[in-house]
Structure formats: C-alpha cells, structure tokens
C-alpha cells in the first residue's frame, strides 16, 4: 500500500504497468485472475493503488475489499469524495462479476447506479466492499455491492449493469498460452494543501465564487483534485468544466481506463455545477449518482472535459447532470446526481 504522510501531507503512490494484467487476465479464468491479484501473485492494478484500496477475496459472484479513508481522498468539505465509494463499488460488482466468467470471457461498466447513505469520514481510517452478483447472461449482467464503515453501518450501495464479451486475444491453451511479462512500477508525490483552507473558504463564500477561485487559482485544489489529477477549467453559475488526462495509473485489470474515472469526475463536476448556485456558508453532498458508459477510455483518448450543469437548484435538493468527452466532442460517459444542501456551520435550520 502507497505510503501517507499525515504531518507533510504527501503521499507516494506506487503502481504497476497495466499491460501485463490485461495479458494475465485473457490467458486465466476470471476467478484465478483475481484470486492471484488477492493473493500478492499478481500486482493489484493501478488505480487500486492510486486510490489506496485492494482487492482481499475473491469468489465466484463475490468480491472484497478494503480501503483507507485518508485525507488525500477528500472533497472540498472534509469528507471522503462520492467518487472514492463509486471506484469501489465498480470495482467490486465487475470482479465478483469476472470471477464467474471462464477465460476468453471480460466485462465492460454499461451503468452503474449509487445511493449513498452515510457520509465516509477520514477518523473512519477504513472502509470494506462487499459484492455479490444478481443475474449473469450471454451478453449481459447485474451485480450489487456496499461499502461498509468499521461499525459494519452500510455507508454507500450500488448496482452495476455490465456487458460481457469475448476478450480480443483470448483463449490461449497449450503451448500457445503466452509468458506475462514481470511487472514495471511506476511511483508520483502526490501533495496537496491543508483542507482546513477549503473548509474555511467555503464557510465566507458563495458556492460560485467558490468554484471560480479554484478555477483560477485562488484557491487550492482538493486532494482528491491532486490524488486523481484533474482540475476545474471554468466555473460559471449552474456550470462546471473539469479537465483530465487519463494515465496509466487510472487503468483497470482489463487494460482500459477503470469506470471509475468518470464516475469521480461526474460526481465532481455535477457537485460543482449545483455548489455554484448556494449561498454563502452552503455545501453539498450526493444522496445519488448514476453514471452510463458509452464506449472505453484508454490513455490514447486525450484530454477529458467533463461538463456539469445544473438541473433545479431547491433549497434542500440540488440536481445536476453532466457529460465527459473527449476535445472532438465525443461522449464517453454521461451521468446525474442528487445533492443535499447543508450549513457548512451545522446550523441548518
């Protein structure tokens, strides 16, 4: 696991090249797959690492795993990001999900549908997901998942809808089942600020001109903004616009970009679009987030925009809708959330 440096507010991530994964994967069944990856046979893939969480069991239909909850995970208001829950619960629904398929046989993210219940607090220091699969057809497949607080108090629930399909080079048999290469590690510093100024900073601004002194620099970034990579562009009232590039290190086992990706940057990009129109002393947090996946990112994608706006904007309930694309207008994924306004003081009345 990367190392954390609560005093320096740093943290080293350290992941393997995904390549070797995805050729491992299409030379086994899903459930040797991911039982060598629990076991420490194979690297755990890289945003597992990124994000600080790995997969501990592996069954067929079902899946574990265990994360941290540190502070290089949280959104501008002091708790852990929607989109850390949304990675897990992805996660865990596709490897419960893969460990049913023989080789030959993968799995793509078509939907994945979020309800979150509890907040996931830094103090909580660890979180587990636990998956089981619903219904697994020829082409298509239902697993659900939740994420669970050390109290064993469900914190998120999801449910995934997912494609299956012949993998491109598979099956290998005999002597044509191919050598997987030994894994080459990749490392970054990832630093970031003390989120007591964000906090601060919110609690004496509006949600507009909040969003837009990130956006121009005034302010600084969330960690969870440093740990993923990626920043707002433009801040507008009831829009957002944040930019990524997508790296080796948000890659899944299957050798694509993981879904999570793009549910973090939806999750973020719907936030922003809806903190936009509170008032002073106002934040947010998703009560829901559903995101569609309409074709793979890969490294060679480019630049992502991902375009949050604004749906209704009540005084409890916010909604929020956004797209991510690539800079030719493509859309990759599409998706809407549900957001409860609160006093950032804790006086709401």
Request: proline letters at 7%.
């Amino acid at each position: 696991m990367p190392d954390v440096s609560a005093e320096a507010r740093r943290r080293t991530a350290r992941w393997a090249d995904p390549a070797p994964l995805a050729v491992a994967r299409r030379a086994q069944s899903g459930l040797d797959f991911f039982r060598a990856i629990a076991a420490g046979a194979l690297p755990q893939p890289p945003i597992y690492d990124l994000l600080g969480f790995r997969l501990v069991a592996a069954d067929p239909g079902r899946a574990r795993f265990e994360g941290g909850t540190g502070e290089h995970l949280l959104n501008p208001f002091g708790t852990v990001h929607g989109g850390y829950a949304a990675t897990l619960l992805d996660s865990a629904c596709g490897v419960g999900l893969q460990s049913t398929l023989p080789q030959g046989r993968g799995t793509a993210t078509i939907r994945l549908e979020i309800s979150y219940l509890r907040p996931i607090l830094p103090a909580m220091g660890r979180v587990t997901c636990v998956s089981s699969l619903i219904h697994a057809g020829e082409q298509v497949a239902w697993s659900e998942a939740d994420v669970l607080g050390p109290d064993g108090k469900v914190l998120a629930r999801g449910r995934g809808c997912f494609a299956v399909f012949p993998t491109e080079a598979g099956p290998w048999s005999g002597d044509a089942r191919p050598d997987i290469p030994a894994p080459v590690y990749e490392t970054r510093e990832i630093a970031w600020d003390d989120p007591a100024i964000l906090q601060a900073a919110a609690r004496r601004m509006t949600g507009f001109e909040f969003i837009a002194a990130q956006a121009d620099g005034a302010l600084p970034l969330a960690s969870i903004h440093k740990s993923v990579n990626y920043a707002p562009v433009l801040a507008e009232r009831g829009r957002a616009v944040y930019r990524c590039r997508p790296e080796t290190c948000h890659y899944n086992p299957m050798g694509g970009v993981h879904g999570g990706l793009a549910a973090i940057l939806v999750d973020t990009a719907t936030g922003a679009a809806i903190q936009s129109a509170q008032e002073k002393g106002r934040g947010g947090t998703a009560v829901t987030l559903a995101v569609d996946y309409f074709r793979p990112i890969t490294r060679d994608t480019g630049d992502l925009l991902a375009e949050g706006r604004l749906v209704r904007a009540g005084s409890r309930i916010g909604i929020a809708d956004a797209e991510v694309k690539d800079a030719k207008g493509t859309v990759y994924a599409r998706g809407s959330a549900t957001y409860l306004s609160f006093a950032l003081n804790g006086s709401d009345a």
